[in-house]
Structures are given as structure tokens and as C-alpha cells.
């Protein structure tokens, strides 16, 4: 069976031509970046082409500005420890209920252990940032506000540029969570407050275990790892090479992506599915969402469920975020945009890539409706609900 893989915000296939573009460091050109012979010279170049292709996807100014990583947990950690570690006078940390957990996680450490002060900042029914609580949330005391540019689960986009701007009003440093964001929206740092961002290859058709995190020029900065001098002493350990090479070559492809495209297909699925199916709603900001992204609630439906049965037919989709799964609870995002606990346990996440077909999303929209129906007709909420 064909399989229809709708959860590119867990993970993207790998592309062809990023593959081809690791092989040779898996193989012939093994050799280390930092030699001084022959066989560094090919690596050192490759390191120096993703460089300035990930400098291009995102607008800095200079190559130097990135700094490669292992993936987006660690480019997030990264400019958390770091923001702390380069004003020890200021102990608060302004982050939002709705991050990823590889930020909420630290943060929560933090708070327990080693008494940093975190205000989160809800958000409403749609999920956009309550601005008056992040005015009131920053003072001289805050070290870095860190908020993702768009969300893992719903899409939302924050204002990101004139957050950053807000923190610096107070002298703290910004930081975003792009991970979701770059590849799938423009993303540009020119002339904007943001100091730091954080991005992911494996979610933009690269590799798992490459990521970068762009560092402003002249943020104050602490490495996360110290030792050798690697990524100019600001993260030791010898480059991932394959990783990183294949990384740069997605960021040049991401350039190429037709995001109205992507954003057509996403409202074909969501207009199927919403006309067939009785008592669903869309979660997320629907006037600014990633073009790829919908998470749709059924209500009196379970949503594990809904993607036991999906998977069954062959199609791959998620129900609130990946982590989550396999806990009967809502996401922390969801619980944090109150939604109403008939369509909260329902919510499943269907994100689409540059490789979505129109005869995808069809299967889907056909698949989709006896599954719910079935579902329903189980629920003891709301069998007299059902169609
Ligand atoms: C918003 C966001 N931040 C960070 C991460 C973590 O990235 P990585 O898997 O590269 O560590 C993810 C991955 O799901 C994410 O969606």
C-alpha cells in the first residue's frame, strides 16, 4: 500500500539530491575539516558551502553568524544557557505556554534547579501570544525572551519582529524558535532585533543530527560544549560533515519551495474535510499559520483513534504533537488555547510537504469521514451528536 505521510512537522523525507550530497563525505571524503593535508580540504569546503547556504535561507548578514549544531533541541539549549551565562545579573526567562518541549523542557529544569525565574505567556483560543502579559512579564531583569516563530501543532505564527523589539526595549536578548518556520515561510533576521534563531535539517528535507543556530554579530555569547575549536570555539566536537553538507543543500532547495502551492493543497484538505465532517474546527491563528499546517478537532472523537485507524488505511498524520502521542492527554498547546474538552481529545495534526499530491490529500478527505462516524458512534459523550 502507498502510504500517504501527512506529519512533515515530526520529521521530512530525506531528498534525493540531499542524500547525493552527503554520500561523498560518507565515503571517499572522509576526511576531517580541521587537517591540514588533503583530505580536509574537501570537508572544509562543504562545511563552508552549508555555511552560506543556511546564512542565505535566512538573510544574516555574515557566515559567520552560524554557528552548526545538532539539531534544533540543541541550537534552542544553546541560546538559552547562553543568554544566561552573559548577564548572571539578570535571572528571568520570558518564554510561552505553547513551545516546543525542547524549550519548555529547559526552561522547567531551570526554574526547579537552578532558580531562574520563567514567566510563560498563554495565548488565546487561536493561539496568538497575550501581548499586554508579555509587556507587563519584561523588565531590566529579564536576560533572554525566547518564542518560537511558528507552532509545531496549530501553525500559528507569532509576531515575532516586534517581540523581539519589545525585549529589546529592555535590554534582554531575543531569541526564536524557528524550526517549524524556516523552509516553509520566508524567514529573514535582515534587519530585524532578533540576536539568535534556531533551525532543524530534518525538518526541511535534510538530515536528522544537523542544525545551526544563528548568532547575531556581537550577541554576547557562552558555548554550550566547550573543548576544541570548532565552529570558532563556539561548538567543539568535530563537524558531522555527511549531516552538515546535506543540511546545505536543503537550505538551497528550501529557496525553491512554492509555498501558495503548499498552502492550496492545505485548504483543499481542510474544505474537504470540513464539509464532510460535522462538529470539526480548525485550532490555530487562521490569518497567520504555516501554509502547510492543520490541526483539526473532531469532536466526541478520540484523536489516538482517529490515527490508529488513519495509519490502518495508510495514512500518517499525528494527533497534537509527536511526543505526546501515546498519552491520552491533550498537548500542552492545545490545553493552553482552551479548547473545550469534547474537541480537545480529538485533535489531530495533518502536515503537508513539498512533496503533497492533490491525489493525497483526496484519499485523505475520502478515508477520513467513516473513521470519525465510527468513532462517534462509540463515543459516551456524543452518540446523539452524530450524523
Ligand atoms: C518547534 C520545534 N522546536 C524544536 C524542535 C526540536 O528539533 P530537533 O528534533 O532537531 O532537536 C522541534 C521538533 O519537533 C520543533 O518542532
Not at 557562552?222 to 549531516?243: S, V
Not at 528550501?254 to 492550496?264: G, I, N
Not at 464532510?276 to 474546527?281: E, S
Request: hydrophobic fraction near 45%; proline fraction near 5%.
Amino acid at each position: 500500500m502507498d502510504r500517504v505521510y501527512l506529519d512533515n512537522n515530526a520529521t521530512t523525507r530525506l531528498l534525493p539530491e540531499v542524500l547525493d550530497a552527503m554520500i561523498p563525505f560518507m565515503t571517499g571524503d572522509f576526511g576531517n575539516p580541521s587537517s591540514m593535508h588533503a583530505m580536509g580540504r574537501a570537508p572544509a569546503r562543504a562545511l563552508a558551502a552549508a555555511r552560506r547556504a543556511v546564512q542565505q535561507l535566512i538573510g544574516a548578514e555574515a557566515e559567520s553568524e552560524i554557528v552548526f549544531t545538532s539539531g534544533g533541541s540543541e541550537a534552542d539549549a544553546t541560546a538559552i544557557r547562553s543568554a544566561l551565562a552573559a548577564d548572571p545579573a539578570r535571572r528571568e526567562i520570558v518564554t510561552s505556554t505553547v513551545e516546543h518541549a525542547a524549550v519548555l523542557g529547559l526552561c522547567d529544569h531551570l526554574e526547579r534547579h537552578e532558580g531562574i525565574k520563567v514567566h510563560r505567556i498563554g495565548v488565546d483560543a487561536e493561539g496568538r501570544l497575550d501581548i499586554d502579559a508579555y509587556r507587563a512579564a519584561l523588565s531590566p531583569r529579564v536576560a533572554l525572551v525566547t518564542l518560537m516563530w511558528a507552532n509545531n501543532e496549530t501553525g500559528t505564527i507569532f509576531p515575532v519582529e516586534g517581540l523581539a523589539e519589545l525585549a529589546h526595549g529592555v535590554g534582554a536578548l531575543f531569541h526564536t524558535d524557528a524550526v517549524q518556520a524556516v523552509g516553509k515561510v520566508p524567514v529573514s533576521v535582515r534587519g530585524t532585533d532578533i540576536d539568535m534563531l534556531s533551525m532543524s535539517a530534518h525538518k526541511l528535507h535534510g538530515p536528522k543530527g544537523a542544525g545551526a543556530l544563528y548568532l547575531r554579530k556581537g550577541v554576547p555569547f557562552q558555548p554550550l560544549i566547550r573543548g576544541g575549536k570548532q565552529e570558532r570555539g563556539r561548538r567543539a566536537g568535530t563537524e558531522n560533515i555527511p549531516a552538515i553538507a546535506g543540511f546545505g543543500r536543503a537550505a538551497e532547495l528550501a529557496l525553491e519551495v512554492d509555498h501558495v502551492a503548499m498552502r492550496l493543497l492545505r485548504d483543499r484538505l481542510e474544505q474537504g474535510i470540513l464539509a464532510r465532517i460535522p462538529k470539526a474546527r480548525v485550532l490555530g491563528d487562521l490569518r497567520d499559520r504555516l501554509p502547510n499546517t492543520s490541526c483539526i478537532a473532531f469532536d466526541f472523537a478520540e484523536g489516538e483513534a482517529i490515527l490508529m485507524l488513519l495509519d490502518r488505511a495508510g495514512i500518517c498524520v499525528s494527533s497534537g504533537a509527536a511526543c505526546a502521542s501515546g498519552s491520552m492527554e491533550p498537548s500542552h498547546v492545545i490545553r493552553a488555547m482552551k479548547v473545550p474538552f469534547t474537541a480537545a481529545h480529538g485533535a489531530i495534526r495533518f502536515s503537508l510537504s513539498r512533496e503533497t499530491t492533490a491525489a493525497e490529500i483526496d484519499r485523505v478527505i475520502e478515508a477520513l469521514p467513516p473513521i470519525v462516524a465510527q468513532l462517534r458512534a462509540l463515543s459516551p459523550f456524543g452518540a446523539e451528536e452524530v450524523q
